[in-house]
């Protein structure tokens, strides 16, 4: 296997990690577009599930992301070229730019700069969040989405629950979820077949 094998996840990583601009949940969309239609590594149902994990796990989103798909694809020297594929660049471009921050900080220029970004990023997440509450109102049915929304609206805004500990629940229910619908179904095929 040469470094040749690499070139996708490293080209995918490091574009991520250059683009991601904002923080962990706004590089969510970017590398989803690498895994999921640049290249495939992954189905849309996967990514969200790997989403759903990464997030109930400490540590940053984004790297958690990378080295999943890294081993994914490669095994476990595909997660450390990911990761490092992710963070080198950003973390060189830190580095370099560091006194440049500190004259700048003040700059009109580059605060209408930042504010100019904010926009993007908020759309960007809010096509994510459209697409993964579409696929629940058509994988879970009308009224298990709009419940489970408001559940975990209510967990996390209202009770102010962790959000590790609701993906946790969440995900525990998603065991038995199946089984439930199953029993649910056949109870009410039979039930018509009586009358």
Excluded: C
Aim: glycine residues 10%; proline residues 4%; hydrophobic residues 50%.
């Amino acid at each position: 296997m040469s470094w040749k094998d690499y070139t996708g996840l490293v080209t995918g990583m490091v574009r991520t990690g250059i683009l991601g601009y904002g923080g962990g949940p706004s590089v969510i969309p970017l590398i989803r577009y690498e895994a999921v239609t640049r290249y495939q590594w992954v189905s849309d149902e996967e990514f969200g599930e790997i989403l759903a994990i990464a997030n109930a796990l400490p540590g940053p989103i984004a790297t958690k992301m990378a080295a999943y798909l890294g081993y994914k694809t490669k095994g476990v020297l595909g997660a450390i070229v990911s990761v490092l594929a992710h963070i080198f660049p950003t973390s060189i471009a830190i580095i370099a730019l560091l006194g440049s921050m500190y004259a700048l900080r003040e700059s009109k220029i580059v605060a209408g700069m930042v504010a100019a970004v904010r926009p993007v990023i908020f759309v960007m997440l809010g096509m994510m969040a459209y697409e993964f509450a579409k696929k629940a109102w058509s994988g879970l049915g009308k009224t298990f989405a709009i419940l489970f929304g408001v559940i975990a609206f209510v967990l996390l805004q209202l009770l102010n629950i962790h959000p590790g500990i609701v993906i946790a629940v969440f995900l525990g229910y998603g065991v038995f979820h199946l089984d439930l619908v199953q029993r649910y179904k056949s109870k009410r095929s039979s039930d018509k077949e009586v009358s």
